[in-house]
């Protein structure tokens, strides 16, 4: 068996070419005394994302192919915050990744001259059904004014639409044939509360979108097995049936606030990602997630900008690997308390968001690191700290703060 740490460095930087996560990077280079000591001869990092951040800073072409350009300039231009990258070893390697980055993607107009354009689809917005007609046959996204409530006619909607979305104020009843049969999505807007009767949604649809979702007496909302992204971006009394979900979906958003612990059986079995906002802003529950609440198959977890609770420790799936929080999570939940398998923390507010990379070194060390490089060690002891009452509290881990500063 070929030993890796024996590996020429030509061979090495090869194997790197093909570890996305600057993160991993960093790990594959501590796996031995070999690998460690000679990284800055194989070792290079993935900086296009720092690169893009800086785009300006950067962006001086006439600077980089001329004679005066070195070392040096890159490393003026990139303000290396030592207060923040525990990792220091590393930092030559990062400044040699920025300078081979930029030499790379030099060309005769300069930096960044090749960009990936967008694929742009054809829609159209419709006021009034009399203009369904008038579709062209090339459109198949097709989007309905606000303010447009009228009863749609079988077949009425040309059979190449792929993707509609209504207005907030629609609230007409859909009967089977009212949608063409290629739907492959819908988005239902904030008045609209009837019902879904079996055939009304065709079954190629693949991603649903209920603005509201009120559950009335009379109310029936069949899915079809063929939808695998739903999402309910509102609910009244979060009276929405576990049975109204069906087990072909993988996607599921529930994007608005539960008050009460998320229901046992809600989430269906085969759901891998979840987006879930619970707060106790009324404080009638302190444990929002009961074990067994959320299935196992989970790998991706969203709990909103708002979340501030703590977590019992087995109320996540152990097979967890990114998870969404806001920044308050970490003033009552130790990171290293979290599952061994999230490999990426991302901490959201209500604009924006931010990515970690997270790394378990040992039971009470991991490394994290972000998207412009900057990161370090963390251990228990970092974690805990004492205020001016001498009480031991649990905060956010500094290094976090340091990076949600930086922002």
């Not at 030993?3 to 960093?26: A, K, P, Q």
């Not at 090339?138 to 209504?166: E, G, K, Y």
Request: charged share 15%; proline share 6%.
């Amino acid at each position: 068996m070929m030993n890796l740490t024996n590996l020429s460095h030509l061979l090495l930087s090869h194997i790197i070419s093909f570890i996305e996560s600057n993160i991993d990077r960093v790990c594959f280079a501590l796996v031995s005394k070999r690998l460690y000591y000679e990284r800055s001869k194989y070792l290079y990092f993935n900086v296009k994302h720092l690169y893009k951040n800086h785009q300006q800073q950067y962006q001086q072409p006439q600077s980089i192919s001329s004679p005066s350009y070195s070392h040096s300039n890159s490393t003026n231009k990139w303000k290396l915050k030592s207060s923040l990258f525990k990792l220091q070893s590393f930092q030559p390697i990062i400044i040699k990744s920025i300078d081979k980055y930029i030499l790379d993607n030099l060309s005769s107009n300069g930096l960044f001259s090749k960009f990936e354009n967008e694929q742009r689809h054809q829609s159209i917005i419709i006021r009034n059904t009399s203009e369904l007609s008038t579709i062209p046959n090339n459109v198949t996204h097709l989007m309905f004014f606000n303010t447009f409530n009228q009863s749609i006619q079988a077949s009425a909607i040309p059979d190449h639409i792929l993707h509609i979305s209504f207005g907030e104020k629609f609230n007409k009843q859909l009967r089977p044939g009212c949608l063409p049969p290629r739907l492959e999505s819908l988005y239902l807007g904030w008045a609209f509360n009837q019902s879904l009767g079996e055939g009304v949604l065709p079954p190629t649809l693949k991603q649903l979108t209920m603005a509201s979702f009120k559950s009335l007496p009379s109310r029936q909302i069949v899915i079809p097995s063929s939808v695998t992204h739903l999402a309910f971006e509102d609910a009244f009394e979060q009276t929405i049936p576990s049975s109204s979900i069906p087990t072909s979906v993988k996607h599921l958003s529930f994007n608005y606030a539960f008050t009460e612990p998320l229901p046992i059986g809600l989430v269906p079995s085969t759901v891998t990602h979840l987006a879930i906002y619970l707060t106790n802003y009324d404080r009638k529950t302190d444990n929002p997630l009961p074990k067994h609440a959320l299935p196992e198959g989970v790998v991706e977890l969203d709990l909103g900008s708002r979340f501030d609770m703590i977590l019992q420790r087995d109320s996540l799936p152990l097979n967890l690997e990114i998870l969404k929080v806001p920044s308050s999570f970490f003033k009552k939940n130790n990171i290293l308390q979290l599952p061994a398998s999230i490999n990426t923390v991302v901490i959201e507010s209500q604009t924006n968001s931010y990515t970690i990379g997270v790394r378990r070194i040992s039971n009470n060390q991991i490394i994290i690191l972000d998207e412009s490089l900057h990161g370090g060690y963390i251990t228990d002891d970092s974690l805990t700290t004492t205020t001016n009452d001498n009480n031991h509290k649990q905060l956010i881990p500094l290094l976090f703060n340091k990076l949600l500063r930086k922002k």
